[in-house]
């Protein structure tokens, strides 16, 4: 096992550095220079981040493939049974079912998506494949799970995780759709990577939000909101409210400010300004962007406070409490 693979699952197995308030360091001036980025990077959203950082870095070694690690990365997080957002064990829409958002980009342009999908365990290989073996940029519904069939996927029994079933028997009582803002309800993986040779890919996979009507679709597999990367500028990704991100393009957004100049951070606290004007009731929306350029500086910012995200480097694998343009009553 070589050193850095050493490092990363050393810093899984109980000493994962954990650094709340780092935050501010990338609270850089306008004007201000931040030290050139480390590569290769790997950012992802939330703390599930972490392993499924730890599975990227892994498959980055194995394979020499950007790409490769952040499919693998991600399905870390498809196959977590604790997590509800992720997932066919993700809470369900308002039906009872679980239907799933993924998409996957590298910096050449090339993109894949599926959206409102059932009975696929990896819906972001299921996004690789319509990038690699068709013309198209995204599949949806029936045509998808028609399409994973012909690829050889299996299909899962459609049965609800224990966890999600009692959520969902709770939640059927009043049935009353109020998304909460944080990790409660939010937790999509979006994961973005730059390799030593300065290419760069990105990857992004939910349920959904819980109790959605069915056949809602969110940000996560629409090329631009929920994920977009550009060798010749840099990665982006989201988390948080679908609509609110859908809005303004969260993730173009930011890959187009970075490339007029401004750093992923000046990008993601400027796409965060940008969703709180285009969206009402913000009080009750979370939402949350990471970016990395071709440099391998980062950034990342939220509408409220309670977003974090996973960094892995050659120096470890941490946890990182992002900023937020509301602070902490
Ligand atoms: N962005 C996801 C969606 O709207 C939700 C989440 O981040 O959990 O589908």
């Given at each position: 096992m070589s050193q850095r693979r050493k490092f990363i699952k050393k810093s899984l197995l109980g000493s994962a550095v954990f650094l709340p308030g780092v935050a501010s360091a990338f609270n850089v001036p306008a004007t201000g220079k931040q030290a050139i980025g480390e590569k290769p990077i790997i950012l992802s959203t939330w703390n599930h981040g972490l392993p499924a950082n730890a599975d990227a870095w892994a498959k980055l070694e194995d394979t020499g493939s950007i790409l490769d690690a952040v499919e693998a990365g991600v399905k870390n997080t498809e196959l977590d049974?604790?997590?509800?957002?992720?997932?066919?064990?993700g809470l369900p829409d308002r039906e009872g079912i679980a239907t799933l958002d993924a998409s996957i980009m590298t910096g050449d342009g090339s993109c894949g998506s599926v959206a409102f999908?059932?009975?696929?365990?990896h819906p972001i290989s299921l996004a690789r494949a319509v990038m690699?073996?068709?013309?198209?940029?995204m599949i949806v519904g029936e045509g998808a799970r028609q399409f994973a069939i012909a690829q050889g996927f299996p299909l899962e029994e459609e049965k609800l995780s224990p966890n999600a079933q009692k959520a969902y028997d709770k939640w059927k009582v009043n049935s009353q759709y109020k998304p909460?803002?944080?990790?409660?309800n939010h937790d999509t993986i979006g994961m973005i990577g730059l390799d030593a040779n300065g290419k760069l890919a990105g990857s992004c996979t939910t349920s959904g939000l819980a109790y959605k009507m069915h056949g809602r679709v969110g940000d996560s597999p629409i090329i631009g909101a929920g994920l977009y990367v550009d060798d010749e500028v840099g990665a982006a990704t989201a988390t948080g409210l679908g609509e609110s991100i859908i809005r303004i393009c969260g993730s173009f957004l930011i890959v187009e400010l970075m490339r007029q100049g401004r750093t992923p951070q000046e990008a993601c606290e400027e796409a965060v300004r940008r969703l709180i004007s285009k969206?009402?009731?913000?009080?009750d929306i979370q939402a949350g962007f990471l970016a990395i350029n071709k440099e391998g500086e980062t950034g990342a910012y939220a509408v409220h406070p309670g977003f974090n995200f996973a960094k892995a480097t050659n120096s470890g694998n941490v946890l990182i409490d992002s900023g937020s343009h509301f602070k902490k009553q």
């Open positions: 049974l604790t997590n509800l957002s992720v997932g066919l064990q999908v059932r009975q696929i365990k690699e073996k068709t013309p198209h940029v909460i803002i944080n990790i409660e969206n009402k009731d913000i009080k």
